[in-house]
């Protein structure tokens, strides 16, 4: 196990923060834990990428970047006045 | 170890508290406007420190590109996001986003 797994590693308790807080809190609440539980996911595959030396695995953490930003101004487009 | 390796290591540890750190704000704090004001840095400070570091690490290759290019959609579209966030929390508490009637805001 190198550093970067080990800091893969140690982020994941940020998902548990996110996840109480999708759980208990209210809906923009969860919109906001949503946004952050999506740039650490994207930062999560990328340093899995990093420590397992697998370059094209950076691709799924571009996408992840990408569509969980799309996705939070989609939700908050919607949850504006729609929902 | 080289010093390319030491930094590499200081950026990672300082990408993953900064993350952390944000993590435990968004939990502890009340309101949505105070939970954004955490959403703000991880997707700005933690991104950069992170990608620096890879690159510290690999150098100008693929892996590094495709880290900086992580790291700038998250510093460019994160902060409309959160931005976009706010604004849809304003909206359904008052109807729409404009100030009150008893809100000072100063005009730029």
């Known amino acids: ?83 | 170890m080289t010093w390319q390796m030491v930094l590499a290591a200081i950026l990672l540890a300082l990408g993953v508290g900064i993350e952390l750190l944000c993590c435990l704000g968004l939990l502890v704090m009340d309101t949505v406007f105070d939970r954004l004001h955490y959403v703000g840095p991880a997707a700005a400070l933690g991104p950069i420190a992170i990608a620096g570091a890879v690159l510290l690490e690999e150098g100008i290759s693929t892996a590094g590109l495709k880290a900086i290019l992580i790291a700038v959609v998250l510093v460019g579209i994160g902060p409309v996001v959160t931005h976009a966030t706010a604004r849809a929390a304003r909206v359904r508490r008052f109807g729409h986003w404009q100030p009150q009637p008893d809100e000072h805001v100063e005009e730029g």
């Open chain 1, 1 to 83: 196990m190198n550093a970067w797994l080990i800091a893969a590693l140690a982020l994941l308790p940020g998902f548990v923060a996110c996840g109480v807080v999708l759980w208990r809190a209210t809906v923009l609440d969860a919109l906001a834990a949503l946004n952050l539980a999506g740039i650490l996911a994207a930062l999560e595959l990328a340093l899995l990428a990093e420590g397992l030396h697998r370059s094209p695995f950076y691709d799924l953490a571009l996408v992840m970047a990408l569509l969980a930003c799309v996705g939070g101004l989609v939700f908050a487009r919607f949850l504006e006045r729609w929902i």
